[in-house]
């Protein structure tokens, strides 16, 4: 066979020889051409992939930093940050997904999109949560204030009627009250639960010595006495939101 295909071969003219040979070289080098592509494509997309898992770590790594931010400021800001974070990231796991083949990499990244959106969920019960403690807040100070106001329209009056031992009665009830005061305050700042037990003997307390302060009192104080009773007992009740 090599031997009919040399006297064929030498049949041929010397330009399609010539034609035949450039004709291999083309095909040869547009072979190796697209291999080489094909190689470097493959390259770049493992770049690419590579390029977004880094993103997905360092979008992990802001995230948390995020987070503890918002624990620390609890501004509307800080929660605006947190979302942003996670949205990055979510969208950057999705972007990921599409490109990777393997089914055991997409079911890990699958488990991941939806650690994401756990995330998404309780971030969003925890904003929730801080959004009804501020409301709890505002309801503490306004009964504390209403409190605190009744004692002193009563401490002004008597002061009026020159009644010492009766004006240090009400003044020994207005101090306990901002004890007690300063106590929720510091419970409500921290979250601690230990410290509830703290404040809310500090308010029983107050209610107590306010109680008997009405045996103590003329009777035209009775009702601002008692006022100031609803509005301690509401108080206490509040600090258990």
Do not use: C
């Amino acid at each position: 066979m090599y031997r009919w295909f040399s006297h064929q071969l030498g049949n041929l003219s010397v330009n399609l020889k010539l034609g035949i040979g450039f004709g291999l070289v083309l095909l040869l080098t547009l072979i190796i051409t697209f291999t080489g592509w094909q190689g470097l494509q493959g390259v770049i997309d493992r770049g690419d992939k590579l390029a977004a898992i880094s993103r997905v770590s360092q979008q992990t790594q802001e995230l948390r930093n995020q987070r503890l931010n918002y624990e620390k400021e609890r501004t509307a800001e800080a929660a605006a940050n947190v979302e942003k974070a996670l949205a990055a990231l979510d969208d950057n796991l999705q972007q990921v997904r599409k490109r990777i083949n393997d089914s055991q990499d997409k079911d890990r990244l699958g488990r991941q999109i939806d650690a994401v959106a756990e995330y998404q969920r309780a971030f969003t019960d925890l904003k929730q949560a801080a959004q009804d403690r501020e409301h709890s807040r505002g309801q503490l100070g306004t009964s504390a204030d209403r409190a605190a106001g009744l004692l002193e329209q009563i401490e002004q009056q008597l002061l009026k009627s020159e009644s010492l031992s009766q004006f240090n009665s009400a003044m020994t009830v207005d101090k306990l009250l901002q004890n007690a005061r300063f106590q929720v305050r510091g419970y409500t700042y921290s979250g601690k639960p230990e410290f509830e037990q703290t404040a809310t003997a500090a308010i029983d307390q107050a209610a107590a010595q306010l109680n008997a302060l009405i045996d103590k009192l003329p009777t035209e104080h009775t009702e601002s006495l008692t006022n100031a009773g609803h509005a301690l007992a509401g108080y206490r009740a509040a600090v258990g939101l």
